[in-house]
């Protein structure tokens, strides 16, 4: 579904040249769930970022499906994230000034006509078990909960890939535990999944996980079933 | 405030250079426009303060209660010998009569128009003018002497020392020598006694109309020890004009009042929307520094969020609340004093500027601005302060410490904001509207069809001297009239720019005498097509018909005259249209058949209402009038050329002529005048209200740079996040009209009520001033909302 072929991305500050990502080539299948790790700086996030077309790399390839993402235009690439994307990030995202449910209608607001849009809202809440909190703004919830809602709100779209950032990075390990659960049950659902984390035990639940260092993949490995 | 929270204040202010220029700058132009206002209605409100003891000092007025009559509503002038019926009836009654009218000076054979008064003996007593040179005491008890100012005596005497010397004045139509016996230092801009030689009121008075009630000749000043006392004969007036007045006037003396004000009010009464005028603008001066005010409490509180960790650090190292309440206070008052200096220097620059576009002589007064504008940095300090101090002391250190987010007031903080938002805007908006309807107004009443050809008239108002004779009159015209380009000549005794005009009942068969009260001109030849009066009805005068001539009604007994009136005169007299006048004869006593009706014409003020009006006619002249000529071509040569014959005529009576238009200007440049600076200040207003609200924008911008990331990566385009930023702000604004309108109408409406012929309100002004005001805001906005919306999405997301 994914290939990525020869990506670079370089930062270019006043005087100093970073490069995050050196030739990086990756495929992701449909239905699969990656795991990324690699110690803080490695290039996971903007690798992940660059996967979700919120980074433009520099040089390189990307093809989503046929499609040839690098050659997209703005516009293109909005419609394209909201229409084929969700994301999850480690500190949630949520808007404060939004309760849980319009936060989960925001990953519908941008997307042309999805059709029972309150249904959709609420099957996605459901699904996270976040249902009974509708109406609460994201301060009044716990991490775990404001976690799970991030989740609904990607999901909410029927997306056809899944980016999580370390999802579990801010999470005690049971509420941790919890949303792994959701994301494997999304999965078998059929839903593919690329997530960076810095935890071992979690990236044990994906049926691949690549370890990256310096910008560079350095390993690739299948789940043994 | 310690060192640290100078220092600390020092650098937020250098590191966020453009917060503070706003915050300064804004409240910098809202001081100024403050100031430079403060400066215009004190000025205007301090008439004759200059004067020792002016607070004891009273202007008796006349008040004639006669709705729809052109005698209606209030004179400075009383009639000559006021003063001495009132020492007659109230012994201890102190008090003096000055008349004020032009005197020309006669030096080698020219005359130069002066402003002159006739005093009485105890004027310098009660009236104390800063005498420089001469006997005070005596300057005014020989009828030959003369008080000069100091501009007159370099003018008449230049290196000499006028005391003893002769000047030749000719006053009311006498020409005499008089001796200087005193000089005095000019009177300030600030007043109504603008007289620069005075000479002792003659005794007995000359004038048949001296004991006339209700004529309008003197000012009759009085003064007074305590309020008290000017009240208790305010109480006593009633009964001695009743006893007085109706020897003379018979029963209309009931119309008759007789006020006693305080000669410092005086000023704000002697022009129509005057009073109107300054309170008008020190309520745009208030309402701008409030505005100024409002946007420092915005931004700060704005910025309020980006600070929280640094009050979190301040409190967990031990700072109380009343500490950061003080230190954010001290803060507010040093930027308000910062912004005080800059309000000044602006002002100081804006000055000549102002001083030019309201035809005023400001200036700054330091001994009074430093310490007012010191009291001013405090009172906005402390209230521009108060609000963020008590904001920003509330937040809760752990919280903001442990959270990567900044608390920014929250929803109530914004709520806050917004509501400042609206209210400045609602100013702002209602200015605009206030600013357009004034300009549509000037405009207005300088286009609009008068009821006279405007244009091309040339009013020669020399030949209304008293020192002119018939001989030199009758040549004057007759030799203006073969000027090229001259294509008429008239007179009348009013033309347009003369105010004062006679009046008379007439009575009406069958309604209750005296009757309405309707305006004469007597007019001569050419009157009526010279201005491009309309007829409407009947025939206009001419010398065919005996009874068309006023001069020939002098047999015995009421002799019918034959006159045309106006359009105005037709619905006062009780007529029920134009062709039903013609052939009536109204006036018991005087009585007058209607021959002919014409059109209205404002020759006076668009302030006051178009008097009803009789026209007579005379072929020739019994009083001498003011000549009007209809022109083509340029004015200017016609008076050059008029003025040239004028110096072989009459060369001993100085020569004045203006077009009707320029006439008509004395009536439209107060409102000018205000017009320019209400709008000065509105367009002020209206910029601090757009600097406060792209600085609110840059900052709300700037705190949701991360949901414009999760809404980015949710698929959101650039033209929605724009929608959205720009949205938010036109929300309030729209809100904002909704409180702008009833404003600007109510006040509007208020405004207009001070002309006779005005625009109407039309919702075109309210919905063009919205218009503007939304794309002002979208443009202030606009950019900001770009360059979020064009932020990549990942960087916005690592933005805290």
Not at chain 2, 326 to 351: K, P
Not at chain 2, 543 to 556: E, I, Q, Y
Not at chain 2, 730 to 750: C, E, G, Q, T
């Amino acid at each position: 579904m994914i290939r990525l072929e020869g990506i670079q991305r370089r930062y270019v500050s006043d005087e100093v040249e970073t490069t995050a990502l050196h030739d990086i080539d990756l495929h992701v299948a449909a239905g699969e769930f990656l795991a990324i790790m690699g110690p803080s700086g490695c290039g996971k996030s903007t690798l992940l970022n660059t996967l979700g077309t919120v980074d433009r790399p520099t040089g390189g390839r990307y093809l989503f499906g046929d499609r040839d993402l690098a050659a997209m235009g703005e516009k293109e690439l909005a419609r394209f994230r909201a229409e084929t994307l969700g994301f999850v990030f480690q500190s949630f995202n949520l808007i404060d000034e939004l309760t849980i449910e319009e936060n989960v209608a925001l990953g519908l607001a941008y997307r042309g006509d999805v059709g029972d849009r309150r249904g959709r809202v609420a099957a996605a809440m459901d699904k996270v078990g976040i249902a009974h909190r509708a109406r609460h703004f994201p301060h009044q919830l716990s991490g775990g909960q404001q976690q799970r809602a991030a989740i609904a709100r990607a999901i909410v779209g029927d997306p056809k890939l899944i980016l999580a950032d370390e999802p579990t990075g801010n999470l005690d390990t049971a509420n941790g535990e919890q949303v792994m659960n959701i994301l494997i049950g999304l999965n078998d659902a059929g839903a593919t999944i690329v997530m960076v984390t810095h935890s071992p035990s979690h990236a044990d639940f994906a049926k691949r996980r690549i370890d990256m260092l310096d910008g560079r993949i350095v390993a690739s490995a299948m789940r043994a079933i | 405030m310690n060192r640290f929270a100078l220092l600390s204040l020092y650098r937020s202010l250098v590191r966020h250079k453009l917060y503070a220029a706003l915050n300064i700058g804004g409240l910098a132009v809202g001081i100024a426009v403050f100031l430079v206002l403060s400066l215009y209605v004190r000025f205007e409100t301090g008439y004759e303060k200059w004067l020792p003891g002016h607070d004891r000092l009273y202007l008796a007025e006349e008040y004639w209660d006669m709705p729809g009559s052109p005698a209606n509503g209030y004179s400075t002038g009383t009639m000559g010998g006021l003063i001495d019926q009132l020492r007659e009836d109230f012994p201890d009654t102190v008090g003096t009569r000055i008349q004020a009218m032009d005197a020309n000076v006669v030096r080698g054979g020219t005359a130069t128009s002066e402003t002159f008064a006739y005093a009485d003996a105890n004027f310098l007593d009660i009236v104390r003018l800063p005498i420089v040179a001469g006997d005070a005491a005596r300057a005014l008890q020989a009828p030959d002497n003369v008080l000069i100012s100091e501009t007159i005596a370099k003018r008449y005497f230049p290196g000499t020392n006028p005391i003893g010397q002769t000047m030749t004045l000719t006053a009311i139509g006498k020409t005499a020598n008089y001796r200087v016996a005193g000089i005095f230092r000019d009177l300030p801009p600030d007043t109504e006694l603008s007289y620069s030689i005075l000479a002792k009121t003659p005794n007995p008075h000359p004038d048949k109309m001296w004991f006339h009630w209700g004529s309008s000749r003197v000012w009759t000043i009085l003064r007074f020890d305590t309020p008290q006392d000017a009240a208790r004969l305010q109480e006593k007036m009633r009964a001695f004009v009743d006893r007085r007045g109706a020897k003379d006037q018979g029963p209309s003396i009931k119309n008759l009042s007789l006020k006693i004000t305080p000669l410092t009010q005086i000023h704000l009464q002697t022009t129509p929307g005057r009073k109107m005028t300054v309170a008008t603008l020190g309520i745009v001066g208030v309402l701008t520094l409030l505005i100024a005010i409002v946007n420092y409490v915005n931004l700060a509180t704005a910025r309020a969020g980006l600070r929280a960790r640094e009050v979190a650090m301040r409190k967990v190292l031990g700072a109380g609340r009343d500490v950061l309440v003080r230190q954010f206070l001290g803060e507010a008052l040093l930027v308000a004093l910062l912004s005080a200096l800059g309000g000044l220097i602006l002002a100081e620059l804006g000055l000549p500027m102002i001083n030019a576009a309201g035809g005023l002589t400001l200036s700054l007064d330091y001994a009074v601005v430093l310490p007012g504008l010191a009291l001013l940095a405090l009172v906005v300090g402390g209230l521009a302060g108060l609000y963020p101090a008590l904001l920003l002391s509330r937040f809760p250190a752990a919280a903001v410490l442990a959270s990567s987010r900044s608390p920014g007031g929250g929803r109530a903080g914004a709520r806050v904001r917004e509501m400042l938002v609206v209210f400045q805007f609602a100013l702002a908006i209602a200015f605009m509207i206030g600013t357009v309807v004034l300009i549509a107004q000037t405009r207005h009443v300088r286009n609009t069809d008068v009821g006279f050809r405007r244009d091309g008239l040339v009013i020669v108002s020399s030949t209304a001297d008293g020192a002119v004779t018939e001989p030199q009159l009758t040549a004057f015209m007759a030799r203006a009239a073969a000027l090229p380009g001259v294509r008429s000549v008239t007179t009348s005794d009013s033309s347009p720019g003369s105010s004062s005009f006679n009046s008379d009942s007439y009575a009406v068969p069958g309604k209750p005498e005296p009757g309405p009260s309707l305006q004469a001109i007597i007019v001569s030849s050419n009157f009526f097509p010279t201005f491009g009066l309309k007829l409407i009805a009947g025939r206009l005068p001419d010398d065919a018909h005996r009874a068309d001539d006023s001069r020939n009604a002098t047999g015995p007994g009421p002799n019918v005259i034959n006159v045309v009136i106006n359009r105005e005169g037709v619905r006062a007299l009780g007529f029920s249209s134009p062709e039903a006048a013609l052939g009536k004869t109204v006036g018991r006593t005087n009585p007058r058949m209607i021959i002919g009706v014409v059109e209205n014409a404002r020759f006076f003020s668009p302030r006051d209402p178009v008097n009803p009006t009789m026209y007579y006619y005379q072929s020739r002249f019994s009083t001498i009038p003011r000549t009007t000529l209809r022109v083509e071509g340029d004015p200017r040569e016609t008076i050059a050329a008029l003025r040239a014959i004028w110096r072989q005529i009459a060369p001993q009576v100085p020569f004045e002529a203006k077009t009707a238009n320029q006439n008509m200007d004395e009536y439209y440049k107060v409102d000018d005048r205000t017009t320019r600076l209400f709008g000065i200040g509105a367009g002020l207003a209206v910029l601090i209200g757009c600097v406060g609200l792209w600085g609110l924008a840059s900052f709300n911008t700037q705190r949701r740079v991360k949901e414009i990331g999760i809404r980015k990566t949710l698929g959101a385009s650039a033209t929605d996040i724009v929608k959205l930023l720009v949205g938010q702000f036109l929300r309030p604004v729209l809100i904002a009209n909704l409180v702008a309108w009833p404003l600007a109408y109510v006040a509007m409406r208020a405004w207009l009520a001070g002309f006779d012929d005005r625009v109407s309100l039309s919702p075109l002004y309210f919905a063009g001033a919205t218009m503007l005001a939304l794309a002002i805001a979208v443009l202030t906005v606009l950019g900001q909302s770009l360059r979020a919306s064009r932020a990549a999405p990942a960087w916005a997301l690592r933005h805290d």
